[in-house]
């Protein structure tokens, strides 16, 4: 009863209802207050631009520094005369079978919301699929059906699993720290195994990508296999010495020079997220359009030319808003204490990596291109498979080409061929 009356508590201080007294999966309709709706209205009416320099083609107008004034001053006007998030939730609700529960552990609860398509294969394989940041389960939204139900009857079939991270979507945000890649795995594990699948295969990119290795080392026995769609391998000491002396090959000299200029360059959101979640979360609260901004100007960068649409951009920034900023933003955080306690992964691990040549900066666009022989130093590497296109999200720009790898690495765990 005690525990009842806390989750009401706390239910009350979200944005849309939830079922914090759901121990055990249970059916999910996502519903969003109308207040917080018509709020993020009335603020994107009421947005102020800031000026764009004189000179913009070095700053504004090549979105080295942001979005240009224009496209934000767009991109308002249609939040508030047009976006229809009504619209919206009814398709989100109506596309994908969606869960809710509340994964109670000695270390705190883990709220967690869950889309869960069953294929009608029976004996498909279970399968986690984990989102980065600025991303939710919409991220998957081309990948679920094909995974679940294959047009080829012979191809690798999928029991999907694909959970909003905690504070994000509509999972409720933590309310204490220390949710890092380590305990979201633990919770994850539990989910899967409440689903009954003791057995699964896990798929991780960006912050999920973290998450995704945590539980390849916490539960080898239970992961059957890992694939990412992004990895980052810091070069060390002795890669950078060989560089300096032109000894690296060309794909480590370019993978180099693409992580220097990332890094030097284009993550300042990381180090904000890092260092000041809370400073910047203030402001992109007060202001869904200006979180967009924030948002938009790092999708711009890695998205290799995908033309958003503005409901895309405000659906995205939605599904993030809605939880509150505080808490996807803090998860880079967290993200650092657990990273480094990764041991040697010795589960079957997969690589996809997939080219930017329409980024706009191109000195990043082999920045996902990490030599093979980086990766074998950290994960039992058994696959890899290399892409022109498709940047930082490839289920959204190359689906087809994604689940092509998704089926080949875990159908072939499946028939032995990579054991």
Do not use: C
């Amino acid at each position: 009863m005690a525990l009842l009356a806390i989750s009401l508590v706390n239910a009350q201080d979200l944005n849309f209802p939830f079922p914090l007294d759901a121990t055990t999966p249970v059916p999910y309709t996502l519903s969003l207050d109308k207040a917080i709706v018509d709020e993020a209205v009335l603020k994107a009416s009421l947005y102020r631009p800031s000026i764009d320099l004189l000179d913009g083609d070095t700053s504004n107008a090549g979105w080295l520094e942001g979005p240009p004034q224009q496209d934000m001053a767009a991109l308002a006007k249609y939040w508030a005369e047009n976006y229809d998030w009504a619209r919206i939730q009814d398709e989100i609700n109506s596309n994908f079978s969606h869960y809710a529960v509340n994964i109670q552990s000695s270390d705190g609860d883990v709220p967690i919301h869950f889309v869960h398509e069953r294929s009608d294969v029976e004996d498909a394989l279970p399968l986690l699929i984990l989102h980065g940041w600025p991303s939710t389960h919409l991220e998957w939204s081309h990948v679920i059906n094909p995974l679940a139900s294959p047009e080829d009857p012979t191809a690798q079939a999928f029991h999907v699993v694909a959970p909003d991270l905690p504070g994000f979507g509509f999972s409720p945000a933590p309310t204490s720290s220390g949710l890092g890649p380590r305990r979201m795995g633990e919770a994850f594990h539990q989910l899967m195994v409440q689903l009954g699948y003791e057995k699964y295969g896990v798929v991780g990119t960006d912050i999920g990508y973290l998450v995704g290795l945590s539980m390849s080392d916490q539960f080898p026995d239970n992961v059957v296999g890992y694939l990412s769609d992004f990895w980052i391998v810091q070069p060390n000491s002795t890669d950078l010495e060989r560089n300096a002396q032109n000894q690296t090959t060309e794909e480590e000299a370019l993978y180099i020079a693409a992580f220097t200029e990332w890094f030097g360059q284009h993550s300042s959101y990381s180090t904000v997220h890092q260092q000041a979640p809370l400073a910047i979360a203030q402001a992109l609260t007060d202001s869904p359009v200006g979180f967009a901004g924030w948002m938009w100007h790092l999708m711009h960068a890695i998205s290799d030319g995908y033309d958003y649409s503005f409901d895309e951009l405000i659906t995205d920034a939605m599904m993030l808003w809605i939880p509150g900023v505080y808490a996807n933003v803090r998860v880079y955080k967290e993200m650092l204490k657990d990273t480094s306690e990764l041991s040697f992964v010795t589960v079957p691990t997969a690589a996809t990596q997939w080219g930017i040549p329409n980024a706009p900066f191109e000195p990043v666009r082999n920045f996902n291109n990490v030599p093979r022989e980086w990766l074998q130093r950290s994960v039992n590497l058994v696959y890899l498979s290399r892409h022109e296109t498709g940047g930082h999200f490839p289920a959204i720009n190359e689906p087809e080409l994604w689940v092509g790898d998704v089926r080949e690495f875990f159908g072939s765990l499946v028939d032995g061929s990579l054991q």
